[in-house]
């Protein structure tokens, strides 16, 4: 679908596309339009949003749950913003700002000193996901629906895909 999308905007044609994944906007739009509850927190390119949500972050995965509140606090100190957690995954984010090499030596260092062993440790660029979470101060959660059935709202966007004239 990706490859169709990308051949009728080369051919000119505007092409307005609602997905529930952050990643296929991503890849796709132009132009992106993020919305919570109905209510839209932010619009533009992706790479201006991604700098709004404040630079590079340091992720990792700790394989032992019991630890993650561990892991957190032992990078709380790092981060220009507090850390994020899920639970179920293990993974640990924090974003670091422009800091990169630097904060990611702060967090090993911070890391073993607390005693957490992790998998991944990483330095990566915001992801439209890092967004979601610095616009809202919440991840995406899913949603229970009236009827008992989930309705994945972890990647909740509005995509436009427009043609360069």
């Keep these: ?27 796709l739009a132009d132009e992106i339009v993020v919305i919570d509850h109905g209510q839209v927190i932010a619009a533009g390119a992706a790479e201006e949003l991604k700098g709004r949500a404040g630079g590079d972050v340091v992720e990792f995965s700790v394989p032992d749950r019991s630890r993650v509140s561990d892991a957190a606090a032992a990078v709380a100190a790092i981060g220009e913003g507090e850390p994020h957690v899920d639970p179920e995954t293990g993974v640990v984010s924090v974003p670091v700002g422009g800091r990169g090499s630097d904060a ?9 000193a607390a005693g957490v062993v992790t998998r991944g440790l990483a330095l990566r660029r915001p992801s ?15 949603e229970e629906q009236p009827n008992g059935r989930k309705r994945g709202a972890r990647r909740r966007a509005n995509a436009r895909q427009g043609a360069a004239s």
Excluded: K, N, P
Excluded at 6 to 23: E, H, K, M
Excluded at 104 to 112: F, G, I, K, N, T
Excluded at 133 to 138: D, F, K, Q, V, Y
């Design 104 to 112: 990611l030596v702060e967090a090993v260092r911070a890391l073993d």
């Design 128 to 142: 439209l996901d890092d967004v979601f979470l610095t616009l809202t101060g919440h991840a995406a959660e899913e």
């Design 1 to 27: 679908m990706w490859d169709i999308i990308r051949s009728l905007v080369a051919d000119g044609t505007t092409i307005l596309l609602t997905t529930q994944y952050l990643d296929e906007a991503d890849e």
